[in-house]
C-alpha cells in the first residue's frame, strides 16, 4: 500500500536537545511539506521540498532544519533554538509541486518538550 | 503577509441542521482554495476550488468560491454526528516565484453535530 510514515507517533525530549522527526513515503511524489499545529489553530507550513536536494523554508522555518537527499525522504530536525516546540507536527506530499489536491498526509507525530 | 481566516471557530448543531462554514483570504498570487476534514489526525481532502462561482459538490457537501470577496463557504446539509470534525480552509499561492503548492490554513473551525 502506498502511503507517508511518521516515526515516532509520540516523542518527548528534553529542553535544549535537538530532535529528528521522520517522514519516509513510497507514493513517488517529488514534492514534500512539514506541517506544524498547535491547539485551536490551523496548520502552518514549516519547510517544504519540491525536488530532491531542495527545499525553501516556509512561514515558521526558524529553529527547524530539513534535508532532501532521497525523494522518499524528507526529515525534520527540531533544534534546541525552537523556542516552544510542543506541538503536533504534520508530513505530506504531493505528486509534482503544482498538483495541490494530490496532497497526501501522514498520521503525524505529537512532540512534547519536558 | 498572507492570511486565511474562518469562522465560525466552532459550532454545534443536532443532527439533521444544515450549517454553513466560512472562509476569506489574503493571499498574494491566489492559485487556489482547498477544503479539508480534521478528524484526530491527518487532514483528509474536501474540495479544491480554483474559479469563481462554480459550486463542487460530493454528496451533502458543497462549496463555492467567490474571487471577487476573497472567500469561500462550505455547507453541510443533514448533519450527522460523523461530520464532527475540524474543517480546515487552506489557501494555495503566496509571494515568491516557488508558491505552487504552498499552503495558507486558516485556524479551522470545529463543528459538533450532537445526536
Known amino acids: 500500500d502506498g502511503g507517508i510514515t511518521q516515526s515516532p507517533k509520540y516523542l518527548f525530549r528534553k529542553e535544549g536537545q535537538n530532535v529528528t522527526l521522520s517522514c519516509e513515503q513510497n507514493l513517488n511524489h517529488d514534492a514534500m511539506y512539514w506541517y506544524r499545529q498547535d491547539p485551536g489553530q490551523g496548520l502552518r507550513l514549516i519547510y517544504y521540498s519540491q525536488i530532491v536536494n531542495d527545499f525553501q523554508k516556509g512561514d515558521i522555518a526558524e529553529g527547524y532544519s530539513v534535508s532532501r537527499e532521497k525523494k522518499e525522504s524528507f526529515p525534520l530536525t527540531v533544534t534546541s533554538a525552537q523556542k516552544n516546540p510542543t506541538a503536533f507536527y504534520l508530513c505530506?506530499?504531493?505528486?509534482?509541486?503544482?498538483?495541490?489536491?494530490?496532497?497526501?498526509f501522514g498520521p503525524g507525530t505529537r512532540l512534547t518538550v519536558l | 503577509e498572507d492570511k486565511v481566516v474562518q469562522s465560525p471557530l466552532s459550532l454545534v448543531v443536532h443532527e439533521g441542521d444544515t450549517v454553513t462554514l466560512n472562509c476569506s483570504y489574503e493571499v498574494t498570487n491566489f492559485r487556489s482554495l482547498l477544503w479539508y476534514k480534521q478528524e484526530k489526525k491527518a487532514p483528509t481532502f474536501l474540495f479544491m476550488l480554483t474559479s469563481s462561482g462554480i459550486e463542487k459538490k460530493s454528496g451533502r457537501l458543497s462549496s463555492i468560491l467567490d474571487k471577487k470577496e476573497l472567500s469561500s463557504i462550505l455547507n453541510i446539509t443533514a448533519t450527522q454526528t460523523g461530520d464532527s470534525a475540524i474543517y480546515l480552509c487552506?489557501?494555495?499561492?503566496?509571494?515568491?516565484?516557488?508558491?505552487?503548492?504552498?499552503?495558507?490554513f486558516g485556524q479551522g473551525t470545529i463543528l459538533t453535530v450532537h445526536p
Open positions: 487552506a489557501v494555495e499561492g503566496g509571494a515568491g516565484g516557488t508558491s505552487y503548492g504552498k499552503l495558507t
Open positions: 505530506a506530499s504531493t505528486l509534482f509541486p503544482g498538483a495541490i489536491d494530490t496532497q497526501y
